[in-house]
């Protein structure tokens, strides 16, 4: 069988419908039932039926990762090999460690649900915000949020590709950088549709409850190592990882790093598990020769098995 990563996509790639090229799979449903009535929400019609709850991270959240965990089940039942490294997008993190069996599907929809909570408690939904700067370097975006944070807090917090940075901090700020970042050669500086300002310091206080909140939750050592945002780098230990989770909320995504870590590990086939094509463009985009599939209907399984 073909060596290959599992890749789990994060907030933004939910949409009405995305489940619809695998519902001829009973396993999609059977999932989705199995986390309403976990957490008491009808996910399936929120998948399916024209609503704004989507949007919402307390809903997004479980959302994703129940979205996920299908699409993995399916693509599990195809007899495939364990990847030989997972890795996810923010909130795809979660994803890949329930993947990975460090915890229960049910510890994960508890434990992100929680997540949301308290991000979206941690700043008024008028007061952070987000920003994607596109066209500069790395370093180029970090100096300028450091000239910018004596007015306030601004900080790089996706490193998503080369030239594909997004920022966070308080909206006033995020809003007044943005021709800054133009003035310095941005191709693009725009406002991203968010309340919650993810990964950086203002998330510092939510952070040290989530730890709190974790401490109660066994882990296990997955079954496939999963590079964590953190420092772009699999962890092993249970504490370590615990210790990963709580330092992701207030700290950069680094997923050029984690990309580039798994490339050099001579593995070229990533899978995108999950809706969405977010994580395929930005594979594309940090190593052209990766050989990218998006998971995201039973025709895209059978494509995979025919590689594999």
């Not at 990762?65 to 993190?93: C, D, M, Q, Y």
């Not at 370093?139 to 080369?162: D, H, Q, R, T, Y």
């Not at 909140?213 to 066994?218: E, K, Q």
């Not at 964590?228 to 700290?251: S, T, V």
Request: charge should be negative.
């Amino acid at each position: 069988m073909t060596d290959f990563v599992a890749l789990f996509p994060g907030q933004g790639s939910q949409s009405i419908g995305m489940m619809q090229n695998l519902t001829s799979n009973p396993l999609i449903k059977k999932t989705f039932d199995e986390a309403s009535d976990i957490l008491n929400t009808n996910f399936w019609d929120m998948v399916n039926i024209e609503n704004t709850d989507i949007n919402q991270t307390i809903n997004t959240q479980p959302l994703m990762l129940a979205a996920g965990i299908a699409t993995w089940r399916v693509l599990k039942e195809s007899s495939i090999n364990h990847p030989s490294f997972a890795a996810g997008h923010s909130l795809g993190e979660f994803t890949a460690l329930v993947a990975a069996e460090v915890f229960s599907f049910e510890n994960g929809l508890n434990i992100v649900k929680k997540r949301a909570e308290l991000m979206q408690n941690a700043v008024p939904s008028d007061e952070g915000a987000m920003a994607a700067i596109l066209g500069l370097k790395d370093s180029e975006v970090i100096n300028i949020c450091n000239n910018l944070k004596e007015k306030g807090v601004i900080e790089a917090v996706n490193f998503n590709s080369p030239g594909q940075v997004v920022v966070a901090g308080e909206k006033i700020i995020i809003e007044t950088s943005l021709e800054v970042f133009k003035e310095a050669g941005a191709k693009r500086a725009i406002i991203l549709p968010v309340s919650v300002p993810s990964h950086c310091s203002l998330m510092k206080e939510a952070a040290i409850e989530f730890k709190e909140f974790l401490s109660s939750i066994n882990f296990a050592k997955p079954i496939f190592p999963v590079v964590q945002n953190f420092e772009a780098i699999p962890y092993d230990d249970e504490e370590k990882i615990k210790e990963g989770l709580f330092h992701q909320l207030f700290n950069p995504v680094r997923w050029t790093q984690s990309m580039e870590f798994m490339s050099e590990k001579k593995l070229n086939i990533f899978l995108e598990i999950g809706p969405g094509k977010v994580l395929t463009s930005l594979s594309k985009r940090i190593n052209r020769d990766s050989n990218n599939i998006s998971i995201d209907s039973m025709e895209s399984i059978e494509n995979f098995k025919e590689i594999s």
